[in-house]
């Protein structure tokens, strides 16, 4: 399974869920992605086998702690990224959010995390996000 796929999956679980002990319906992932349900289902089902998300039939997915260090990781990589291109590069917030998705995974995290340095260890990205802390492994 692809790392990209797998990070746009757990993000969006990540992004959308109100409280992470509540399941997140599956249906809120056909609405922000647009996929069928036979699509989110199945990418469901190999994120649970990966043991990324635990899937409760009829009730949703919530994030496991692999799951959640994931989703968080590239959370952060991706508002760095967008902290770094308005701020250093002055490109208008309503333009960011498209260009940091490639950045995310193409920068290794070293790059990012000097980025973060650079700019003072940033704690929102232009949006008003809250940028997870570094994973201290």
């Excluded at 992470?20 to 996929?35: H, K, N, V």
């Excluded at 002055?90 to 960011?96: E, H, K, L, N």
């Excluded at 920068?107 to 704690?123: F, H, K, S, W, Y």
Aim: net charge negative; charged share 20%; proline share 8%.
């Amino acid at each position: 399974m692809k790392l990209e796929n797998v990070e746009m999956y757990v993000g969006a679980v990540y992004r959308l869920r109100e409280d992470p002990a509540i399941p997140l319906p599956l249906s809120q992932l056909r609405s922000y992605f647009g996929f069928s349900p036979i699509s989110i289902h199945e990418m469901v089902q190999k994120l649970e086998t990966e043991g990324l998300i635990h899937y409760t039939p009829y009730r949703g997915v919530i994030l496991t702690p692999v799951g959640e260090a994931v989703a968080a990781a590239m959370i952060r990589r991706h508002r760095i990224w967008e902290r770094f291109l308005t701020d250093q590069l002055g490109i208008s917030a309503d333009q960011v959010h498209d260009i940091a998705d490639q950045l995310e995974h193409a920068a290794p995290d070293l790059v990012t995390e000097r980025l973060a340095q650079m700019m003072g260890t940033p704690d929102t990205c232009p949006h008003g996000g809250v940028i997870p802390p570094a994973n201290k492994e």
